[in-house]
């Protein structure tokens, strides 16, 4: 039976948000954004434990009063960058999961996660020799940008897609693949990334549009849309 851990990087400041507080505890259908994106994994029995990891200077958390479950653990050991603070969590886990266990990493700043997207995750890679990501076929034209923000020239756009998380690797191998990336010094942006300069190719697993990664101002309207939506169509089959 596969073995499933979640890993929640969340030592993030936001600086692109621009908020007073850090965007992962920006109110989302009355909640901190952080709640909401720990739900699905709270509520799966398929998830054996959840690693919330902040920064060390974390103030905001005991204040937001997060409700979590009796499987959430929280780690101060965020890093300089996003996969720093993700090895630094894979660190603290050391001992408690088995090399072959999964490990999934996903964004504190993508609450649209479903327990239908996580299970579409865990079907498609649980006996995948790799393991992989939930990703979208891009769907704009691609433009190449030069110094004056004018175009310089169309990118192909064929096979391209967008990486979101979970991002769903096996424990040993993603320790190997994040601290050989950071004795490189090569910033991977996604665990993916990282994996593939192991020479391993991860599989794309069709993700959705509500997945987005809370990132600019603009995306908090869309994404209170989308969770006041769900709760409407709750309400619904609820009645
Ligand atoms: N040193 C970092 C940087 C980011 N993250 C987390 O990684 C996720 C995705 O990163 P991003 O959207 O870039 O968040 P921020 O780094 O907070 O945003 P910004 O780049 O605008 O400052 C977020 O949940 C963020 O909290 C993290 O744990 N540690
Ligand atoms: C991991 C990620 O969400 C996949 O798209 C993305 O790379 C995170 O980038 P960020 O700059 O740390 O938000």
Known sequence: MPIFHVIIPAAGAGSRMGSQVPKQY???SGRPMIEQTLRVFSSSNRISSVAVLLSADDLEWDAAKIQISDK?????CGGIIR????LNGLGELSGHIDPDDWVLVHDAARPGLTDGLLNRLLDKLEN???????????????KRADDEQRVAHTEPRDHLWQAQTPQMFRYGMLVEALKLAAEKSSVATDEAQAIEALGHHPKLVLGELRNLKVTYPEDLALIEAILQADVSRLAVKTN
């Open 72 to 76: 959430t653990r929280i780690y101060r």
């Open 26 to 28: 920006l109110p989302l």
């Open 83 to 86: 996969s720093q603070t993700v």
């Open 128 to 142: 995948d020799a790799v393991g992989g990501l939930l990703a979208i076929p891009l769907a704009d034209t691609l």
